[in-house]
C-alpha cells in the first residue's frame, strides 16, 4: 500500500471504530468466534427465498447457490470459518449431499490451495458430525 493509501485507511479504521463505540459501546469488545451458534440454520422456505427463486426466478435454486458460495468461501480460507459452516449447515437444509458438499470444496484447492480446502474440509466434517450426532 502507498502511504496516502494507508493513511486513508487508518483514518477510515479510526472513524468506524469511533462510530462503533458511539453507537454501541459493548461492540467494541465483540468477537466473531461462535457468531454462528445464534443462527444455526435457516428453514428451507426460507433459504429457497433469500438463495433461490427471489433473485432470479428462472435460475439457480437454493442448493446450487449454496454451494456456489460454499467454494467461494473455501478459496477464502480460515477468515471464513464461521460462514462456512453456517453455509454448510444451509445446504445440508436445502438438500446438499455430503458428497456434494465435499465436491465442491475438492474443487476449490485448484482456486484456494490445498491448506484452504483441507481447513473447509475439516469445518464440513464437523457440521456433518453435528448433524449425526442430533
Same mark, same amino acid.
Given at each position: /500500500?502507498?502511504?496516502?493509501?494507508? $493513511? ?10 469511533? /462510530? ?15 457468531? &454462528? ?6 428453514? $428451507? ?22 454451494? *456456489?458460495? *460454499? ?20 445446504? *445440508? ?23 484452504? /480446502? ?11 458430525? &453435528? $448433524? &449425526?450426532?442430533?
Amino acid at each position: /500500500m502507498t502511504n496516502d493509501f494507508s $493513511k486513508l485507511f487508518q483514518q477510515m479504521w479510526e472513524q468506524g471504530q469511533q /462510530m462503533t463505540r458511539t453507537l454501541n459501546p459493548a461492540m467494541e469488545a465483540f468477537q466473531g468466534k461462535g457468531f &454462528e451458534n445464534l443462527f444455526p440454520t435457516m428453514p $428451507k422456505d426460507m433459504m429457497e427465498m433469500y438463495f433461490g427463486k427471489t433473485f432470479n426466478a428462472d435460475g439457480l435454486d437454493a442448493k446450487t447457490r449454496l454451494l *456456489l458460495t *460454499l467454494g467461494a468461501l473455501t478459496v477464502l480460507g480460515a477468515q471464513a470459518e464461521a460462514q462456512i459452516k453456517t453455509t454448510v449447515r444451509h445446504a *445440508l437444509e436445502a438438500g446438499a449431499t455430503d458428497k456434494e458438499i465435499a465436491g465442491t470444496i475438492a474443487q476449490m484447492a485448484l482456486f484456494g490451495g490445498v491448506p484452504a /480446502m483441507t481447513k473447509a474440509m475439516e469445518l464440513a466434517q464437523s457440521v456433518i458430525a &453435528e $448433524k &449425526e450426532e442430533k
